[in-house]
């Protein structure tokens, strides 16, 4: 059974994740699961705001390096399923704890997320992953970051890169599909539905 948070002891919890107070967050992380009877981890994964941000993002947003360390070692010993859903949860606006980091410019923050296995890839309700935040915000250091890892991914998939990828793409009846060739300098736009 989920555990029963009150209205007020999400906010307490937000609210010290927020500021920053990983000792006060730490009395009510143990507080809560021992009353509870559930693990630290699962009171995290159910303390939400009205606008379905968690902790981690309260933490992230506000650069909270120590903060961010500590609510991810509460995911060590959790199945790995349940550390990704608490790292890629989305607010109501499908930004995750990563988006903050990264709109914000905490690029320790950055690190430690991805390091953990925080997606850089998902897209939030206006179709803007982490990197564009960052770019928007004019926080080069974490652009440049981001930047640095796809670099390293390609570097990983050798010659088979976005191939690889795109070999697993599959089409199905009624999707539009696009193709763009390039002749001299000008670029022509084909387009047909697959059906």
């Known amino acids: ?25 730490t009395t009510f992380l143990t507080a809560l699961a021992e009353r509870e009877k559930t693990s630290p981890a699962e009171i995290l994964s159910c303390a939400k705001d009205e606008g379905k941000s968690t902790c981690l993002h309260m ?45 914000s410019g905490h690029l320790p923050v950055v690190k430690l997320l991805v390091e953990a296995g925080a997606s850089v890839a998902i897209a939030n309700d206006k179709n803007y992953v982490p990197l564009d935040l960052a770019g928007f915000n004019e926080k080069f250091d974490v652009v440049d970051y981001f930047l640095a890892q796809s670099g390293m991914l390609e570097k990983e998939n050798g010659e088979e890169g976005l191939s690889g990828a795109a070999g697993g793409v599959e ?24 059906g």
């Open 59 to 103: 933490a992230a947003a506000n650069g909270h390096l120590e903060t961010v360390s500590l609510l991810l070692n509460q995911f060590a010993s959790r199945p790995q399923e349940e550390k990704q859903a608490f790292l890629d949860f989305p607010n109501e606006y499908g930004n995750t704890g990563l988006h903050w980091a990264a709109l």
């Open 171 to 194: 089409l199905e009846d009624g999707d539009e599909v696009r193709e763009e060739v390039v002749e001299g300098e000008e670029v022509v736009e084909k387009g047909g539905v697959l």
């Open 1 to 25: 059974m989920a555990p029963q948070l009150s209205e007020d002891e999400v906010d307490d919890l937000i609210y010290s994740a927020r500021t920053g107070e990983k000792d006060d967050l």
